[in-house]
Protein backbone atom coordinates (compact mmCIF):
# COMPACT_ATOMS: atom_id res chain seq x y z
CA UNK A 1 0.00 0.00 0.00
CA UNK A 2 1.19 3.69 -0.51
CA UNK A 3 0.84 7.22 -0.72
CA UNK A 4 0.23 9.26 -3.35
CA UNK A 5 1.08 12.74 -3.96
CA UNK A 6 -0.65 14.71 -7.17
CA UNK A 7 1.20 17.99 -7.22
CA UNK A 8 0.39 21.21 -9.36
CA UNK A 9 -0.90 18.33 -12.42
CA UNK A 10 -2.44 20.61 -15.41
CA UNK A 11 -3.83 18.37 -18.12
CA UNK A 12 -4.77 20.42 -21.88
CA UNK A 13 -6.36 19.21 -24.35
CA UNK A 14 -5.05 21.21 -27.31
CA UNK A 15 -6.12 25.24 -25.84
CA UNK A 16 -8.67 23.23 -23.62
CA UNK A 17 -7.60 22.52 -19.99
CA UNK A 18 -9.67 19.73 -18.71
CA UNK A 19 -7.74 19.57 -15.00
CA UNK A 20 -6.33 22.94 -13.41
CA UNK A 21 -3.58 22.88 -11.27
CA UNK A 22 -4.97 19.92 -9.19
CA UNK A 23 -2.86 18.74 -6.22
CA UNK A 24 -3.61 16.38 -3.88
CA UNK A 25 -2.09 14.10 -0.98
CA UNK A 26 -3.03 10.90 -0.09
CA UNK A 27 -2.26 8.60 3.08
CA UNK A 28 -1.53 5.26 2.77
CA UNK A 29 -4.74 3.16 3.47
CA UNK A 30 -7.18 5.77 2.51
CA UNK A 31 -9.99 6.37 0.56
CA UNK A 32 -10.67 9.08 -1.61
CA UNK A 33 -13.57 10.01 -3.96
CA UNK A 34 -13.58 12.12 -6.90
CA UNK A 35 -17.14 13.16 -7.60
CA UNK A 36 -18.29 16.27 -9.64
CA UNK A 37 -20.66 17.16 -12.73
CA UNK A 38 -19.77 15.07 -16.28
CA UNK A 39 -16.88 16.75 -17.71
CA UNK A 40 -15.32 18.36 -14.46
CA UNK A 41 -12.31 16.14 -15.08
CA UNK A 42 -12.26 13.89 -12.94
CA UNK A 43 -11.89 10.62 -14.97
CA UNK A 44 -8.93 12.82 -16.60
CA UNK A 45 -7.20 13.16 -13.34
CA UNK A 46 -7.56 9.31 -12.51
CA UNK A 47 -6.23 8.37 -15.96
CA UNK A 48 -2.73 10.60 -15.39
CA UNK A 49 -2.76 8.87 -12.37
CA UNK A 50 -2.90 5.43 -14.01
CA UNK A 51 -0.29 6.56 -16.84
CA UNK A 52 -2.70 5.88 -19.04
CA UNK A 53 -2.82 9.76 -20.04
CA UNK A 54 0.12 11.78 -20.18
CA UNK A 55 0.44 14.72 -17.77
CA UNK A 56 0.56 18.58 -19.65
CA UNK A 57 2.25 20.06 -16.39
CA UNK A 58 3.08 18.78 -12.70
CA UNK A 59 4.31 15.92 -10.87
CA UNK A 60 2.76 12.52 -9.84
CA UNK A 61 4.27 10.57 -6.71
CA UNK A 62 3.51 7.31 -5.32
CA UNK A 63 5.50 6.24 -2.50
CA UNK A 64 8.26 9.02 -2.90
CA UNK A 65 8.89 7.69 -6.43
CA UNK A 66 7.82 10.37 -9.04
CA UNK A 67 5.63 8.65 -11.64
CA UNK A 68 4.20 11.08 -13.68
CA UNK A 69 6.14 9.87 -16.72
CA UNK A 70 6.03 6.00 -15.97
CA UNK A 71 4.83 4.14 -17.78
CA UNK A 72 1.51 2.42 -17.20
CA UNK A 73 2.72 -1.10 -16.53
CA UNK A 74 5.07 0.29 -14.60
CA UNK A 75 3.13 1.98 -11.74
CA UNK A 76 1.81 -1.23 -9.83
CA UNK A 77 -2.11 0.04 -10.00
CA UNK A 78 -4.94 -1.87 -10.81
CA UNK A 79 -8.22 0.08 -11.92
CA UNK A 80 -11.49 -1.20 -12.16
CA UNK A 81 -13.50 0.08 -14.74
CA UNK A 82 -17.65 0.79 -15.28
CA UNK A 83 -17.60 -1.69 -17.87
CA UNK A 84 -15.57 -4.49 -16.01
CA UNK A 85 -13.36 -4.75 -19.35
CA UNK A 86 -13.22 -8.75 -18.60
CA UNK A 87 -11.20 -10.92 -21.21
CA UNK A 88 -14.52 -12.35 -22.45
CA UNK A 89 -13.18 -15.40 -23.99
CA UNK A 90 -11.41 -16.72 -20.89
CA UNK A 91 -13.57 -17.94 -17.72
CA UNK A 92 -14.04 -15.99 -14.27
CA UNK A 93 -11.06 -18.49 -12.82
CA UNK A 94 -8.58 -17.18 -16.13
CA UNK A 95 -9.44 -14.01 -15.62
CA UNK A 96 -8.51 -13.88 -12.09
CA UNK A 97 -5.49 -15.65 -12.45
CA UNK A 98 -4.17 -13.97 -15.58
CA UNK A 99 -2.04 -11.11 -14.21
CA UNK A 100 -0.56 -13.46 -11.58
CA UNK A 101 0.52 -15.98 -14.67
CA UNK A 102 1.93 -13.35 -16.56
CA UNK A 103 4.14 -12.38 -13.44
CA UNK A 104 5.38 -16.59 -13.34
CA UNK A 105 3.51 -17.02 -9.85
CA UNK A 106 3.39 -21.36 -9.35
CA UNK A 107 0.35 -22.50 -10.45
CA UNK A 108 0.01 -24.01 -6.12
CA UNK A 109 0.03 -20.53 -5.38
CA UNK A 110 -2.25 -18.98 -8.00
CA UNK A 111 -4.99 -21.46 -7.07
CA UNK A 112 -4.75 -20.30 -3.20
CA UNK A 113 -4.77 -16.77 -4.41
CA UNK A 114 -7.86 -17.19 -6.81
CA UNK A 115 -9.75 -19.27 -4.29
CA UNK A 116 -9.36 -16.57 -1.54
CA UNK A 117 -10.21 -13.96 -3.45
CA UNK A 118 -13.46 -15.52 -5.04
CA UNK A 119 -14.53 -16.31 -1.54
CA UNK A 120 -13.90 -13.10 -0.40
CA UNK A 121 -16.41 -11.55 -3.13
CA UNK A 122 -18.95 -14.33 -3.16
CA UNK A 123 -17.86 -15.86 -6.50
CA UNK A 124 -16.03 -19.01 -5.50
CA UNK A 125 -19.04 -20.97 -7.10
CA UNK A 126 -18.54 -19.42 -10.50
CA UNK A 127 -15.36 -19.63 -11.34
CA UNK A 128 -15.72 -21.96 -14.48
CA UNK A 129 -18.54 -19.32 -16.16
CA UNK A 130 -17.43 -16.92 -18.75
CA UNK A 131 -18.01 -13.33 -18.40
CA UNK A 132 -21.29 -13.45 -20.69
CA UNK A 133 -22.74 -16.04 -18.18
CA UNK A 134 -22.56 -13.84 -15.18
CA UNK A 135 -24.80 -10.99 -13.96
CA UNK A 136 -23.92 -7.37 -14.22
CA UNK A 137 -22.64 -7.23 -10.44
CA UNK A 138 -21.48 -10.75 -10.59
CA UNK A 139 -18.91 -9.37 -13.62
CA UNK A 140 -18.20 -6.35 -11.21
CA UNK A 141 -16.65 -9.00 -8.93
CA UNK A 142 -14.74 -10.11 -10.80
CA UNK A 143 -12.91 -6.96 -12.31
CA UNK A 144 -12.53 -6.49 -8.87
CA UNK A 145 -10.92 -9.85 -7.94
CA UNK A 146 -8.73 -9.15 -11.00
CA UNK A 147 -7.41 -6.00 -9.36
CA UNK A 148 -7.10 -7.72 -5.96
CA UNK A 149 -4.87 -10.37 -6.73
CA UNK A 150 -2.71 -8.21 -8.17
CA UNK A 151 -1.81 -6.72 -4.77
CA UNK A 152 -1.14 -3.10 -6.03
CA UNK A 153 0.18 -0.19 -4.44
CA UNK A 154 -3.19 1.44 -5.45
CA UNK A 155 -6.61 0.95 -6.48
CA UNK A 156 -8.72 3.32 -9.15
CA UNK A 157 -12.19 2.85 -9.48
CA UNK A 158 -13.56 4.47 -12.51
CA UNK A 159 -17.65 4.84 -12.01
CA UNK A 160 -17.60 0.80 -11.12
CA UNK A 161 -21.22 0.48 -10.25
CA UNK A 162 -22.74 2.72 -13.04
CA UNK A 163 -23.76 -0.20 -15.19
CA UNK A 164 -25.54 -1.70 -12.10
CA UNK A 165 -29.26 -1.08 -10.88
CA UNK A 166 -30.36 1.05 -8.01
CA UNK A 167 -30.51 -1.64 -5.77
CA UNK A 168 -27.20 -3.72 -6.30
CA UNK A 169 -25.38 -0.48 -6.24
CA UNK A 170 -26.20 -0.27 -2.71
CA UNK A 171 -24.98 -3.45 -1.87
CA UNK A 172 -21.75 -3.50 -3.57
CA UNK A 173 -20.75 -0.28 -2.24
CA UNK A 174 -21.12 -1.85 1.40
CA UNK A 175 -18.84 -4.55 -0.09
CA UNK A 176 -16.20 -2.37 -1.84
CA UNK A 177 -16.55 -0.35 1.72
CA UNK A 178 -15.66 -4.03 3.16
CA UNK A 179 -13.24 -5.01 0.89
CA UNK A 180 -11.05 -1.64 1.47
CA UNK A 181 -11.56 -2.35 5.33
CA UNK A 182 -9.97 -5.64 5.42
CA UNK A 183 -7.62 -4.73 3.01
CA UNK A 184 -7.05 -1.32 4.21
CA UNK A 185 -5.91 -0.37 0.33
CA UNK A 186 -5.37 3.26 -0.77
CA UNK A 187 -7.68 3.79 -3.16
CA UNK A 188 -9.16 6.61 -5.58
CA UNK A 189 -12.67 6.55 -6.71
CA UNK A 190 -14.67 8.32 -9.21
CA UNK A 191 -18.12 9.10 -9.29
CA UNK A 192 -20.78 11.52 -10.61
CA UNK A 193 -22.80 10.59 -7.88
CA UNK A 194 -22.88 12.39 -4.94
CA UNK A 195 -24.81 10.31 -2.68
CA UNK A 196 -21.66 7.48 -3.59
CA UNK A 197 -19.33 10.19 -2.60
CA UNK A 198 -21.00 10.73 0.71
CA UNK A 199 -21.32 7.20 1.82
CA UNK A 200 -18.00 5.91 0.53
CA UNK A 201 -15.17 8.31 0.94
CA UNK A 202 -13.16 8.71 4.04
CA UNK A 203 -12.36 12.17 2.19
CA UNK A 204 -13.72 13.84 -0.62
CA UNK A 205 -12.89 16.33 -3.94
CA UNK A 206 -14.94 17.87 -5.44
CA UNK A 207 -14.33 19.17 -9.07
CA UNK A 208 -16.09 21.67 -11.40
CA UNK A 209 -14.83 22.71 -14.66
CA UNK A 210 -11.25 20.54 -14.02
CA UNK A 211 -10.51 22.44 -10.59
CA UNK A 212 -11.33 21.27 -6.99
CA UNK A 213 -14.08 22.84 -5.25
CA UNK A 214 -13.41 21.42 -1.83
CA UNK A 215 -11.44 18.89 -0.05
CA UNK A 216 -12.88 17.57 2.97
CA UNK A 217 -15.01 14.42 5.07
CA UNK A 218 -18.23 14.13 4.20
CA UNK A 219 -19.60 15.36 7.39
CA UNK A 220 -17.13 19.14 6.88
CA UNK A 221 -18.67 18.88 3.32
CA UNK A 222 -22.49 18.83 4.39
CA UNK A 223 -22.02 21.47 7.70
CA UNK A 224 -19.84 23.49 5.43
CA UNK A 225 -20.07 23.05 1.88
CA UNK A 226 -17.43 25.62 0.56
CA UNK A 227 -19.53 27.93 -1.73
CA UNK A 228 -22.53 27.67 -3.60
CA UNK A 229 -22.24 25.15 -6.65
CA UNK A 230 -21.32 22.14 -3.73
CA UNK A 231 -23.70 23.27 -1.35
CA UNK A 232 -26.09 22.47 -4.67
CA UNK A 233 -24.49 19.92 -5.23
CA UNK A 234 -23.75 17.32 -2.56
CA UNK A 235 -27.17 16.16 -0.19
CA UNK A 236 -29.98 14.32 -1.38
CA UNK A 237 -32.11 16.96 -2.06
CA UNK A 238 -29.62 19.30 -2.43
CA UNK A 239 -29.66 22.11 0.32
CA UNK A 240 -31.76 24.87 -0.55
CA UNK A 241 -30.16 27.90 -2.03
CA UNK A 242 -32.07 31.41 -2.35
CA UNK A 243 -31.28 35.22 -2.80
CA UNK A 244 -31.33 37.23 -0.13
CA UNK A 245 -30.26 40.66 1.71
CA UNK A 246 -29.04 41.21 4.81
CA UNK A 247 -30.98 44.40 6.74
CA UNK A 248 -30.37 45.74 10.23
CA UNK A 249 -34.16 45.71 12.02
CA UNK A 250 -34.17 47.28 15.74
CA UNK A 251 -30.72 45.65 16.15
CA UNK A 252 -30.93 42.46 14.80
CA UNK A 253 -30.00 41.31 11.64
CA UNK A 254 -32.20 40.03 9.44
CA UNK A 255 -32.05 37.73 6.18
CA UNK A 256 -34.73 39.56 3.73
CA UNK A 257 -36.12 38.41 0.51
CA UNK A 258 -39.88 38.59 -0.69
CA UNK A 259 -40.72 35.71 0.91
CA UNK A 260 -39.12 35.32 3.99
CA UNK A 261 -38.07 37.86 6.50
CA UNK A 262 -35.72 35.85 8.80
CA UNK A 263 -34.10 36.63 12.31
CA UNK A 264 -30.13 35.54 11.85
CA UNK A 265 -28.86 34.18 15.31
CA UNK A 266 -25.91 36.50 17.40
CA UNK A 267 -23.27 34.34 16.65
CA UNK A 268 -23.96 34.26 12.78
CA UNK A 269 -25.00 38.32 13.29
CA UNK A 270 -21.55 38.78 14.13
CA UNK A 271 -19.57 37.78 10.61
CA UNK A 272 -22.55 38.76 8.85
CA UNK A 273 -22.50 42.10 10.22
CA UNK A 274 -20.13 43.32 6.95
CA UNK A 275 -22.49 42.48 4.76
CA UNK A 276 -25.34 44.50 5.91
CA UNK A 277 -27.73 45.50 2.72
CA UNK A 278 -25.58 43.47 0.69
CA UNK A 279 -27.19 40.39 -1.58
CA UNK A 280 -26.16 37.51 -0.50
CA UNK A 281 -27.35 33.75 -0.92
CA UNK A 282 -29.11 32.08 2.03
CA UNK A 283 -28.58 27.87 2.13
CA UNK A 284 -31.19 26.22 4.10
CA UNK A 285 -30.77 22.30 3.95
CA UNK A 286 -34.45 20.37 3.77
CA UNK A 287 -33.82 18.80 7.51
CA UNK A 288 -33.68 22.69 8.87
CA UNK A 289 -37.26 23.91 7.56
CA UNK A 290 -39.28 22.16 9.44
CA UNK A 291 -43.41 22.68 10.27
CA UNK A 292 -43.66 23.07 14.06
CA UNK A 293 -41.13 25.22 16.38
CA UNK A 294 -38.67 23.12 18.48
CA UNK A 295 -36.29 23.93 20.80
CA UNK A 296 -35.91 27.15 21.67
CA UNK A 297 -36.25 28.54 18.18
CA UNK A 298 -38.13 31.45 18.33
CA UNK A 299 -41.33 31.61 16.54
CA UNK A 300 -41.12 35.03 15.64
CA UNK A 301 -37.84 34.83 14.19
CA UNK A 302 -37.67 32.32 12.02
CA UNK A 303 -41.25 31.22 11.04
CA UNK A 304 -42.86 32.00 7.14
CA UNK A 305 -45.71 31.35 4.85
CA UNK A 306 -45.38 29.22 1.81
CA UNK A 307 -47.50 27.32 -0.59
CA UNK A 308 -47.21 23.32 -0.87
CA UNK A 309 -46.56 22.30 -4.37
CA UNK A 310 -45.92 18.57 -4.40
CA UNK A 311 -45.66 16.01 -1.63
CA UNK A 312 -43.53 13.15 -1.86
CA UNK A 313 -44.15 10.66 0.84
CA UNK A 314 -41.05 8.24 1.24
CA UNK A 315 -42.22 6.38 4.30
CA UNK A 316 -39.42 7.26 7.23
CA UNK A 317 -40.20 10.99 5.89
CA UNK A 318 -41.25 13.41 3.78
CA UNK A 319 -40.31 15.93 1.48
CA UNK A 320 -42.60 18.71 0.71
CA UNK A 321 -42.26 21.30 -2.19
CA UNK A 322 -42.56 24.66 -1.43
CA UNK A 323 -42.82 28.19 -2.95
CA UNK A 324 -42.72 31.11 -1.32
CA UNK A 325 -42.91 34.62 -3.59
CA UNK A 326 -41.18 32.86 -6.09
CA UNK A 327 -38.61 31.30 -4.12
CA UNK A 328 -38.90 27.15 -4.41
CA UNK A 329 -37.46 24.99 -2.28
CA UNK A 330 -37.71 21.35 -0.13
CA UNK A 331 -38.32 20.63 3.41
CA UNK A 332 -37.91 17.45 5.13
CA UNK A 333 -41.04 16.78 7.37
CA UNK A 334 -41.54 14.10 9.93
CA UNK A 335 -44.66 11.68 8.00
CA UNK A 336 -47.01 12.15 10.86
CA UNK A 337 -47.42 15.77 10.10
CA UNK A 338 -50.69 16.16 7.57
CA UNK A 339 -49.70 18.31 4.73
CA UNK A 340 -51.60 18.53 1.55
CA UNK A 341 -50.87 20.10 -1.89
CA UNK A 342 -52.29 23.34 -2.07
CA UNK A 343 -52.22 24.38 0.90
CA UNK A 344 -50.43 27.82 2.14
CA UNK A 345 -48.90 26.96 5.34
CA UNK A 346 -46.64 28.81 8.22
CA UNK A 347 -43.24 26.75 8.12
CA UNK A 348 -39.75 27.69 10.16
CA UNK A 349 -36.31 28.00 9.35
CA UNK A 350 -33.18 26.73 11.89
CA UNK A 351 -31.50 29.99 11.15
CA UNK A 352 -28.74 28.50 13.47
CA UNK A 353 -28.15 26.28 10.67
CA UNK A 354 -28.47 27.98 7.85
CA UNK A 355 -25.48 29.04 5.53
CA UNK A 356 -24.65 32.05 3.66
CA UNK A 357 -22.69 32.64 0.40
CA UNK A 358 -20.99 35.77 -0.93
CA UNK A 359 -23.85 36.70 -3.62
CA UNK A 360 -20.64 37.51 -6.16
CA UNK A 361 -17.83 34.94 -5.33
CA UNK A 362 -20.36 32.22 -4.23
CA UNK A 363 -17.84 31.39 -1.51
CA UNK A 364 -19.28 30.64 2.21
CA UNK A 365 -19.36 33.53 4.73
CA UNK A 366 -21.10 31.81 7.18
P1 LIG B 1 -17.75 11.95 -17.04
O1 LIG B 1 -18.38 11.74 -15.70
O2 LIG B 1 -18.75 12.39 -18.08
O3 LIG B 1 -16.88 10.83 -17.51
P2 LIG B 1 -15.39 13.42 -16.24
O4 LIG B 1 -15.48 14.37 -15.12
O5 LIG B 1 -14.76 12.11 -15.96
O6 LIG B 1 -16.82 13.24 -16.91
P3 LIG B 1 -13.35 13.71 -18.22
O7 LIG B 1 -13.64 12.46 -18.97
O8 LIG B 1 -12.16 13.73 -17.35
O9 LIG B 1 -14.63 14.17 -17.40
O10 LIG B 1 -13.24 14.91 -19.27
C1 LIG B 1 -12.95 16.24 -18.87
C2 LIG B 1 -13.05 17.15 -20.07
O11 LIG B 1 -11.99 16.86 -20.99
C3 LIG B 1 -14.35 16.99 -20.85
O12 LIG B 1 -14.77 18.26 -21.26
C4 LIG B 1 -13.94 16.14 -22.05
O13 LIG B 1 -14.75 16.42 -23.16
C5 LIG B 1 -12.50 16.55 -22.25
N1 LIG B 1 -11.71 15.44 -22.82
C6 LIG B 1 -11.50 14.24 -22.26
N2 LIG B 1 -10.69 13.48 -23.04
C7 LIG B 1 -10.41 14.22 -24.12
C8 LIG B 1 -9.61 14.01 -25.31
N3 LIG B 1 -8.96 12.87 -25.48
N4 LIG B 1 -9.56 15.00 -26.19
C9 LIG B 1 -10.20 16.18 -25.99
N5 LIG B 1 -10.95 16.46 -24.91
C10 LIG B 1 -11.06 15.49 -23.99
Same mark, same amino acid.
Given at each position: MAQVKIENVTKNFGRF?????FSLEIEDGEFIVLVGPSGCGKTTLLRMVAGLETVTSGEIHIDNT??????AKKRDIAMVFQNYA?? !???NVYDNLAFALKLRKMPKAEIKEVVKKTADLLGIGDF?????????GGQKQRVALGRAIVRQPKVFLFD???????AKLRVSMRAEILDIHQRLNNTSIYVTHDQLEAMTMGTRIIIMKDGVVQQNGTPKEIYKHPANKFVAGF??? !?AMNVMPCTIKEEAGNLMAVNKGMNLTIPADQADRLK???NQDLYMGLR?????DSVVGDQKKNGSAFKAFVRLVEPLGSEQLIHLEAEGDRFIARIDPRSLINYGETLEFYARMESATFFDGKTEERIV
Open positions: EAVKDEVTHMPLY !PHMVNRLPNQLSEPLSNLDMGS !PPYVPEHIT
